[in-house]
Nanobody, 127 residues
């Protein structure tokens, strides 16, 4: 059974930092592109950051560029999202996602290209 389990969310103040983790199990994801999405109340789910297999390159939404960093440690089956200089508009449930097969990429923003999703972790940033 494939699982993606996020953790690390919480309530912080504007300007603070958080590091989210996504631990995968049930299959190997070392050759999968991995991504973080988020969904704020009343809004559609949106792409946040993505990382190719073997950490070849990363991609960020404009709204988080320069503040967030995605990374992966395949030896630990974990993908991270380091979030710095948090803003109230970063408040959302954050999800980890992966495509259904290795070496597959259909565009970071296309959430239909992801087969596996975690349950999400809540991030709340107060002003």
């Amino acid at each position: 059974q494939v699982q993606l389990v996020e953790s690390g969310g919480g309530l912080v103040q504007a300007g603070d930092s958080l590091r989210l983790s996504c631990v995968t199990s049930g299959r190997t994801f070392s050759n999968h592109a991995m991504a973080w999405f988020r969904q704020a109340p009343g809004k559609e789910r949106e792409f946040v950051a993505g990382i190719f297999w073997r950490s070849a390159s990363t991609y960020y939404a404009d709204s988080v560029k320069g503040r967030f960093t995605i990374s992966r440690d395949d030896a630990k089956n974990t993908v991270y999202l380091q979030m710095n200089s948090l803003k109230p508009e970063d408040t959302a449930v954050y999800y980890c996602a992966a495509p259904g097969r290795p070496f597959y990429y259909s565009g970071w923003l296309n959430d239909a290209g992801y087969t596996y999703w975690g349950q999400g972790t809540q991030v709340t940033v107060s002003s």
